[in-house]
């Protein structure tokens, strides 16, 4: 998820901030259209900073209804070493933010050690992304700023215990996230933010949810639409959801982003679920990210023709969607077509390849390339009342966040 990179100064001004200002709904367009060159380019700034992700455990103290990653979980720490190697590789690939995740990389025993050395290896910002449970003891957290953590992402899903700890499974665990939240937003030197998880038991309550952090001194969110994986996919019927509709609930949430001084993202929503909210929409390259997590099972299909799993009653959850189905358009046809471009775009260059033409040495990375460029496209607000909208098929999403 991107993280900004502003002074210490801006950060402590956003926290003053006066609590739950809102612009309403009607004002959405015209305030967008204000926001100003520096806001833009702080979100732009904090898009491109170059992230090294390391899992620290594949153990995890709650037991979301929602997690995707379960599979992977095994109550295991990953070895000492192994981090070391990892921290090591991300600073040859040139990051400067090391991101330790999980599981919860609270639990892992060597955190501590852990923390010391990414600042050793010269990471200039170290993030941990958690439940935050841990961090209710102070003691363990001014250990963890002392080692050099600069940000926490909490991970919380409701306003209120029982929505929470419905969510996570295990009673308690709002109190103890929250308490720990608490203690983080107290530590001057410290950036919290706190990432949502948007599901089918809590996107009614979002607006709700964001006001509640916002009132206790968070200014950066991270919603996160749920992927139809691991659990997600075990408890679909309380988990999934179809975005459009729930579009007045979400625009509620989304218009909270139009606040100065609110920093809100988004991740994994498509972006025809975003309406005029252009700001929100993730650069094509984030998608990126979901691709090399499945690397493994998109090569096995590109090149072996093994079959995607998930493919089928899945696609329609899934970020990923408009990915996989060019994937396998372009396996069974050997070739993929170039959208057009838009009049609006002035009939700009862009598509310098008409089609892409599998060969004997398929490669993903070089597939997602044309594919982001060429065919990842969108249409945004003003579409509608275009001449042209019938037998248009909309613009690159990049070219639609920038517009």
């Not at 496209?377 to 909208?389: D, E, P």
């Not at 037998?391 to 517009?403: F, H, K, L, S, W």
């Given at each position: 998820?991107?993280?900004?990179?502003?002074?210490?100064?801006?950060?402590?001004?956003?926290?003053?901030?006066?609590?739950?200002?809102?612009?309403?709904?009607?004002?959405?367009?015209?305030?967008?259209?204000?926001?100003?060159?520096?806001?833009?380019?702080?979100?732009?700034?904090?898009?491109?900073?170059?992230?090294?992700w390391?899992?620290?455990?594949?153990?995890?103290?709650?037991?979301?209804?929602?997690?995707?990653d379960?599979?992977?979980?095994?109550?295991t720490?990953?070895p000492?070493?192994?981090?070391?190697?990892?921290?090591?590789?991300?600073?040859?690939?040139?990051?400067?933010?090391?991101?330790?995740?999980?599981?919860?990389?609270?639990?892992?025993?060597?955190?501590?050690?852990?923390?010391?050395?990414?600042?050793?290896?010269?990471?200039?910002?170290?993030?941990?992304?958690?439940?935050?449970?841990?961090?209710a003891?102070?003691?363990?957290?001014?250990?963890?700023?002392?080692?050099?953590?600069?940000?926490?992402?909490?991970?919380?899903?409701?306003?209120?215990?029982?929505?929470?700890?419905?969510?996570t499974?295990?009673?308690?665990?709002?109190?103890?996230?929250?308490n720990?939240?608490?203690n983080?937003?107290?530590?001057?030197?410290?950036i919290?933010?706190?990432?949502?998880?948007?599901?089918?038991?809590?996107?009614?309550?979002?607006?709700?949810?964001?006001?509640h952090f916002?009132?206790?001194?968070?200014?950066?969110?991270?919603?996160?639409?749920?992927?139809?994986?691991?659990?997600?996919?075990?408890?679909?019927?309380?988990?999934?959801?179809?975005?459009?509709?729930?579009s007045?609930?979400?625009?509620?949430?989304?218009?909270l982003?139009?606040?100065?001084?609110?920093?809100?993202?988004?991740?994994?929503?498509?972006?025809?679920?975003?309406?005029?909210?252009?700001?929100?929409?993730?650069p094509?390259?984030?998608?990126?990210?979901?691709i090399?997590?499945?690397?493994?099972?998109?090569?096995?299909?590109?090149?072996?023709g093994?079959?995607?799993s998930?493919?089928?009653?899945?696609?329609?959850f899934?970020?990923?969607?408009?990915?996989?189905?060019?994937?396998?358009?372009?396996?069974?046809r050997?070739?993929?077509?170039?959208?057009?471009?838009?009049?609006?775009?002035?009939?700009?260059?862009?598509?310098?390849?008409?089609?892409?033409?599998?060969?004997?040495?398929?490669?993903?990375?070089?597939?997602?390339d044309?594919?982001?460029q060429?065919?990842y496209?969108?249409?945004?607000?003003?579409?509608?009342?275009?001449?042209?909208?019938n037998?248009?098929?909309?613009?690159?999403?990049?070219?639609?966040?920038?517009?």
């Open positions: 998820m991107p993280r900004l990179l502003l002074s210490r100064c801006l950060r402590r001004r956003i926290r003053t901030l006066p609590e739950h200002l809102r612009i309403p709904g009607d004002q959405t367009m015209r305030t967008l259209n204000k926001l100003t060159v520096q806001e833009w380019a702080v979100r732009e700034n904090a898009v491109n900073v170059k992230k090294h390391v899992r620290l455990t594949r153990a995890c103290n709650n037991r979301c209804l929602f997690c995707h379960k599979e992977a979980q095994n109550g720490n990953i000492f070493q192994q981090i070391h190697k990892e921290l090591i590789e991300g600073k040859k690939q040139n990051a400067t933010r090391a991101v330790l995740s999980g599981g919860d990389p609270t639990l892992h025993p060597k955190l501590m050690e852990i923390i010391a050395f990414a600042k050793k290896t010269r990471y200039s910002h170290i993030q941990l992304i958690t439940n935050g449970r841990m961090f003891y102070n003691n363990f957290l001014d250990k963890a700023i002392s080692e050099g953590l600069d940000e926490i992402t909490f991970s919380v899903h409701g306003h209120t215990e029982k929505l929470h700890d419905r969510l499974g295990i009673p308690g665990s709002f109190n103890q996230t929250l720990g939240l608490k983080a937003l107290a530590k001057n030197k410290l919290v933010s706190v990432d949502i998880v948007v599901n089918k038991l809590n996107v009614k309550f979002l607006e709700q949810t964001l006001h916002i009132g206790l001194g968070v200014r950066e969110f991270d919603l996160l639409q749920v992927m139809p994986f691991g659990r997600a996919w075990d408890n679909r019927g309380d988990m999934l959801f179809n975005p459009a509709r729930y007045a609930h979400l625009k509620k949430a989304f218009d982003s139009l606040t100065p001084g609110l920093y809100i993202w988004t991740n994994r929503f498509r972006p025809e679920y975003l309406g005029g909210f252009r700001h929100l929409i993730q094509s390259l984030k998608m990126l990210d979901e090399k997590g499945r690397e493994a099972i998109f090569n096995a299909f590109l090149r072996k093994q079959k995607i998930c493919f089928g009653k899945k696609c329609r899934c970020f990923l969607k408009s990915f996989c189905s060019d994937l396998h358009n372009y396996k069974q050997g070739r993929l077509k170039s959208k057009k471009l838009p009049v609006c775009l002035g009939h700009r260059k862009e598509n310098k390849i008409e089609y892409l033409v599998k060969d004997r040495d398929p490669n993903l990375y070089r597939f997602f044309f594919f982001r060429n065919r496209f969108t249409k945004i607000h003003t579409c509608a009342s275009c001449g042209s909208r037998g248009c098929e909309g613009m690159p999403v990049d070219n639609a966040r920038a517009i």
